[in-house]
């Protein structure tokens, strides 16, 4: 297994939180080891899901997410501009 941290924006609450836990345990291979408001810690098997998509799972349950530490650099998908 392989890890990330990702940061995510636009999360205020528990119910964020359980949205972006659910999203991430959704994907086949990736399992949440760690969800807070506005950061994620990611188990992953790269054989089954890669950055790209456990990204676009967190961006697609209503948030914005990146690799890396909150804060850092721009989205990984590559596809949002601050």
């Known amino acids: 297994m392989e890890q990330m941290t990702l940061a995510i924006d636009g999360?205020?609450?528990s119910h964020c939180v359980a949205a972006v836990r659910g999203a991430l345990e959704e994907l086949d291979g990736v399992r949440a080891e760690s969800v807070t408001i506005g950061?994620?810690?990611v188990a992953y098997d790269p054989r089954k899901a890669n950055p790209r998509e456990i990204v676009a799972a967190v961006d697609a349950a209503g948030y914005h997410a990146r690799a890396g530490e909150p804060g850092?650099?721009?989205p990984l998908s590559g596809e949002r501009s601050a």
């Open 39 to 41: 950061n994620a810690v």
């Open 72 to 74: 850092a650099g721009p």
């Open 11 to 13: 999360m205020s609450c």
